[in-house]
């Protein structure tokens, strides 16, 4: 992995989605979390709702921030996002991995002035939400584990610094991508917390074990009656396992 995204410490290793309609809820929970989260990750809901100032505030907060923007268009247009995606601040943003989007975008965060960004690249292989029908119905005659493994070793191939997979694809996408990439896994749920809507999900420590490097974990988290109680005892948990 490229040096500058190793996780320093256990702390740095868990990524709180900021899921809120509004910048004043978003605020709230990062109040609340306080120093108990260094992580987070801001989606389109909270951009779209006047959330991108917040990326600059925590940024000069010192924490770090996934800007997850999932990015897929041509390739002039993707290499212009990503330009100024690296002027913010941000350790992470995510590319659907399509070969072209994704050499773009690499292409992009190499130029020189964009050397000391500390951002990077992540690839969505299939979201996790699609299974083989919503694969085929998509005009993809193969089936979603398939796709997975050949759109992780196209990110591979363009440069990419890591994946954004399910739990329970962690070990077949280390397999093909090696050490160097990082692996970042949602459907995270403690042993004693409700599913929501993941289904295919896994513990902290059995994700940490199966080799993934980052983990983001919402809800247990920030719908708990202590969201601070529950945050620390996700960082026991991937500390125990790391
Ligand atoms: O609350 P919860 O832990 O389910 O939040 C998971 C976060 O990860 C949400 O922001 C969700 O959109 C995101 N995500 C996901 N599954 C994917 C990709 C992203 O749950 N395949």
Do not use: W
């Amino acid at each position: 992995m490229r040096p500058d995204l190793i996780p320093r410490d256990a702390r740095d290793r868990m990524i709180v989605p900021l899921d809120f309609p509004s910048v004043d809820r978003a605020e709230a929970m990062v109040a609340t979390l306080g120093d108990a989260v260094s992580f987070y990750k801001i989606g389109m809901q909270l951009v779209f709702a006047g959330g991108l100032p917040l990326v600059g505030q925590l940024v000069a907060d010192g924490k770090h921030i996934f800007l997850d923007m999932k990015l897929l268009d041509i390739d002039n247009t993707i290499a212009g996002g990503v330009d100024s995606i690296a002027c913010l601040g941000v350790t992470f943003t995510t590319i659907h991995a399509y070969p072209k989007a994704m050499r773009a975008a690499v292409k992009a965060l190499h130029r020189p002035e964009h050397q000391s960004a500390g951002l990077g690249l992540l690839a969505v292989t299939v979201l996790t939400s699609m299974d083989d029908d919503d694969v085929r119905a998509a005009g993809y005659a193969r089936p979603a584990a398939e796709l997975v493994a050949t759109r992780a070793a196209d990110a591979r191939e363009a440069g990419m610094d890591g994946i954004v997979c399910s739990p329970l694809e962690i070990a077949t996408v280390r397999e093909i991508v090696g050490p160097d990439m990082a692996i970042i896994t949602p459907g995270i749920r403690p042993a004693d917390a409700a599913a929501d809507d993941q289904k295919r999900i896994m513990t902290p420590a059995d994700a940490i074990k199966a080799g993934a490097d980052y983990l983001v974990i919402g809800r247990p988290i920030t719908a708990a009656a202590d969201p601070v109680s529950a945050a620390r005892a996700v960082l026991d948990e991937i500390e125990a396992a790391a």
